[in-house]
């Protein structure tokens, strides 16, 4: 059995790359609101106060993205600290034991019980190397997905990143076991 974790030196680098993937979708969410909401300001009968009822929601609606992602942040840099991608003789897995770091928020603590809910996977999963369908390599990534996997809500779907350490050694590892 081998265990792989990232790389402490390389942990800023994940996060910087998850982090801007998280900020791309809230800003271009943010972007979107403020362009369906702007018609409804040049109606023909619209109140002249319309204008700043929708400037306060857009502004308190960027207050509330922007803690959002300042949360993410720190969750994202406690999951890399804690994921371990562990393969033995039948399967590959991977953990992400967060729940008792005591850095963890209310909020963090909040998220995790709502990923639980929709899917299981998100901090443990199991996939038996006869049951894999071919590896994929996206962004540098390497993706492992089980023959009934489901990429609406990620079930049995395992991203290994390329910031672990010996990644090289880890995917070589996976296609020989595929063979």
């Not at 998850?18 to 909401?37: D, G, P, Q």
């Not at 998220?111 to 006869?130: E, L, M, Q």
């Not at 049951?131 to 492992?144: E, M, S, T």
């Amino acid at each position: 059995m081998k265990t792989y974790k990232i790389d402490n030196s390389k942990i800023s680098e994940f996060t910087k790359r998850s982090n801007n993937r998280v900020f791309k979708i809230l800003a271009i969410t943010t972007v979107t609101i403020s362009i369906l909401m702007f018609p409804m300001t040049r109606q023909k009968d619209a109140p002249a106060e319309l204008i700043y009822i929708m400037l306060f929601s857009l502004l308190f609606t960027t207050i509330i993205v922007g803690f959002i992602y300042l949360n993410n942040k720190k969750l994202t840099r406690l999951t890399a600290e804690n994921l371990k991608i562990i393969i033995d003789e039948n399967s590959i897995t991977k953990v992400v034991d967060v729940e008792n770091d005591p850095r963890l928020n209310f909020l963090h603590r909040f998220a995790i019980n709502k990923a639980k809910n929709i899917t299981s996977d998100i901090y443990y999963s199991k996939i038996d190397f006869d049951n894999i369908k071919p590896i994929k390599k996206k962004n540098g990534d390497l993706w492992v997905k089980a023959i009934n996997s489901n990429a609406f809500n990620g079930e049995h779907i395992i991203v290994v990143p390329k910031e672990l350490t010996n990644f090289d050694e880890l995917e070589k590892e996976v296609n020989n076991r595929l063979k």
